[in-house]
């Protein structure tokens, strides 16, 4: 029995529930391990080398989605931090204190977008808590004489 079969047995509740464990990484190398270690003179049956590449090609396009999810996340969440540029905010701080400020600037790093308030305190945009209101910097308009 080939190390696939022996992990998908239907009968076998311990090797569902090892199935269920696996990483997508760890699947795909336990599938690759198993068609280098076939006998090319006697190699698989063709509807399970099939299967086989049928699962390496959904778990890879499962893999390109997600990456590509998380990048539009990322822009999503930069999108929003940026229209709060001008606006009063609340949150907790990078240590841990409740801040108020107007949102200066917007930067995102490694550990996400994180806004830099007038006072120079930064917050992260998940540690917000509460936009406040929008500063009114325009001008109001002259009255037309008549």
Not at 1 to 21: K, P, R
């Amino acid at each position: 029995m080939d190390a696939l079969s022996a992990l998908s047995g239907t009968n076998n509740s311990s090797a569902e529930s090892a199935i269920g464990q696996l990483t997508s990484d760890e699947f795909l190398n336990i599938i690759l391990q198993e068609m280098q270690s076939q006998d090319p003179l006697e190699p698989s049956d063709t509807s399970q080398m099939l299967e086989q590449l049928s699962s390496i090609m959904a778990i890879q396009s499962d893999s390109d989605m997600i990456d590509r999810l998380g990048e539009l996340v990322g822009q999503n969440e930069l999108a929003s931090a940026s229209g709060l540029i001008g606006r009063l905010v609340s949150g907790l701080s990078e240590s841990n204190d409740r801040v108020a400020g107007i949102v200066e600037s917007v930067t995102q790093g490694s550990a996400g977008v994180t806004l830099s308030l007038d006072d120079g305190t930064r917050v992260a945009m998940s540690r917000l808590d509460a936009i406040l209101a929008a500063e009114e910097r325009q001008e109001q308009p002259e009255e037309a004489a008549p």
